[in-house]
């Protein structure tokens, strides 16, 4: 069993988490300017990176509030975890990953 630190209520058991997918995926500036190649892009198309990832989870059967967290994808460590609305630094950060 892997414990995942919630930074509302402590560390938990895995199972009570629902994992929510990369996390700090900016909306589109001009959403009414995409077509539909663009929002199929921001929809779907997510970074797929061997190593440090942000992540979005929620506490589903604590809190029930979600939190965003830095996890290296190979060994399911968890590296930092915030709530929702701060920047996390990690390779797949906009700017300063292998995708940009």
Partial sequence: MMLIPCPHC???????????GQAQVAY????????????????FYRDNTKGLFA????HATGCGKWFDAVRHTTTYEFHEVRRVGRMLETESTPGKGPHT
């Avoid at 560390?11 to 988490?17: A, I, L, M, T, V």
């Avoid at 589109?28 to 929809?43: I, K, V």
Wanted: hydrophobic residues 30%; glycine residues 6%.
């Fill in 10 to 20: 402590g560390p938990r058991n895995e199972n009570e988490f629902t994992y929510g």
């Fill in 28 to 43: 589109p500036d001009d959403p009414h300017a995409l077509d539909d190649a663009a929002w199929a892009r921001y929809l």
């Fill in 55 to 58: 992540e979005r989870w929620m």
